[in-house]
């Protein structure tokens, strides 16, 4: 968890919005996150922690641990498919250090089959050039295998339809410029 867990509103936009370790990366306001914690505390999953004696602003912290019988290390290998999408189970255990120090791979594995025992994570089929199968969270909706499933091919198609777009753009923004 982070150092200064649990978060002040200011710190969770800024950790919304980190641009590396991201899956997708995101731009979300205050009222955004704001919403998000609301719902969250709907479920039970958040709490608000008042400031002492009017001293100091109000934090955040979540309970999934308690909201959803998770130990430490469930919940940080569910922050991480959250966070990073789809990973296999020696990424998440590299990845996972700061949150909680695996004692072995072993454990790792625990974590996820326990974590898919509760729909909270799903084992995706080793794909053709892939050592081994990748994990996807389950909390956070459906999974991101979308994303996954498109190769070099797709994504360089779907580059020179956007290449092909802006250039047809441009070539009518310089006809109305000379007109």
């Not at 250090?97 to 594995?109: C, N």
């Not at 974590?111 to 995706?124: C, G, H, I, K, N």
């Amino acid at each position: 968890m982070p150092d200064t867990y649990p978060l002040s509103l200011n710190s969770l936009v800024l950790a919304c919005n980190q641009s590396s370790n991201r899956d997708p990366v995101m731009a979300v306001t205050e009222s955004e996150v704001l919403t998000a914690i609301d719902s969250l505390k709907a479920r039970k999953l958040a709490r608000v922690v008042h400031p002492v004696s009017g001293r100091g602003v109000t934090k955040y912290r979540h309970v999934l641990d308690e909201g959803l019988g998770l130990d430490r290390g469930e919940v940080a290998v569910l922050a991480l498919l959250a966070l990073r999408g789809a990973q296999t189970a020696a990424e998440l255990r590299a990845r996972a250090e700061r949150l909680h120090d695996f004692a072995d791979q072993a454990e790792v594995d625990a974590a996820l089959d326990r974590l898919a025992s509760l729909d909270l994570a799903r084992r995706l089929d080793r794909r053709p050039g892939e050592r081994e199968a990748r994990w996807t969270d389950l909390l956070t909706g459906s999974p991101r295998e979308e994303a996954r499933t498109a190769g070099p091919s797709a994504r360089s198609s779907d580059l020179e339809a956007r290449v092909a777009k802006l250039e047809e753009e441009v070539a009518l923004l310089r006809q109305a410029l000379l007109e």
